[in-house]
């Protein structure tokens, strides 16, 4: 089933909906909540929050493409599943990700701001050839580790880690010429 049918499934508030979704996305978006929580129950748990979120999200929304839509919900509610369940300490992969993007992004200031800047990371995203925007990607909303990458690009994790930092540069540059400062 493609998203379109998936999507008018959701609007129609037909119960397969869910199974559907599940069958397309389930075990891509368990991998997202498991890289970034850690433990397989916490995973299953964020992803039936997931799908309830998703359940009650469309309608009103209908989105583009599903699975884009369905893995924000899902990287939104294991992050929030981090904050609750750590309460002040963090993962290491969490804060090494935090870490590596401080440089070029400016301190969380309100919601307004939180659009402003997702919109210049998108016009910048937009900028990068796909090879470098896939590698960021992955790196940065996935929380995939270096060497996941390099494996599935074929690189060593040192060309990914430099063209990651290369990248992580440029943003900054990007966004001091765009008047954000940091």
Excluded at 109 to 134: V, Y
Excluded at 142 to 154: M, N
Aim: some cysteine.
């Amino acid at each position: 089933m493609d998203d379109e049918q998936l999507i008018e499934l959701f609007l129609e508030r037909d119960e397969r909906a869910i199974a559907e979704t599940q069958a397309a996305y389930g075990a891509r978006l368990w991998q997202l909540a498991y890289r970034l929580l850690g433990n397989s129950e916490d995973a299953e748990e964020c992803l039936n929050d997931t799908y309830f979120k998703i359940w009650n999200g469309i309608p009103p929304q209908s989105p583009r493409s599903l699975y884009a839509f369905c893995a924000t919900v899902c990287r939104r509610t294991a992050m929030d599943m981090l904050d609750k369940r750590t309460a002040g300490k963090r993962s290491a992969q969490v804060v090494e990700l935090s870490k590596e993007m401080e440089e070029c992004l400016p301190a969380k200031e309100t919601e307004e701001s939180d659009d402003a800047l997702a919109a210049l990371m998108n016009m910048f995203l937009d900028m990068l050839d796909k090879e470098k925007r896939a590698l960021f990607v992955r790196r940065y909303w996935f929380g995939e580790t270096s060497a996941e990458i390099a494996k599935k690009y074929g690189y060593s994790e040192t060309k990914v880690r430099s063209i990651l930092f290369r990248t992580r540069r440029k943003l900054k540059k990007f966004l001091n010429g765009k008047g954000v400062h940091l």
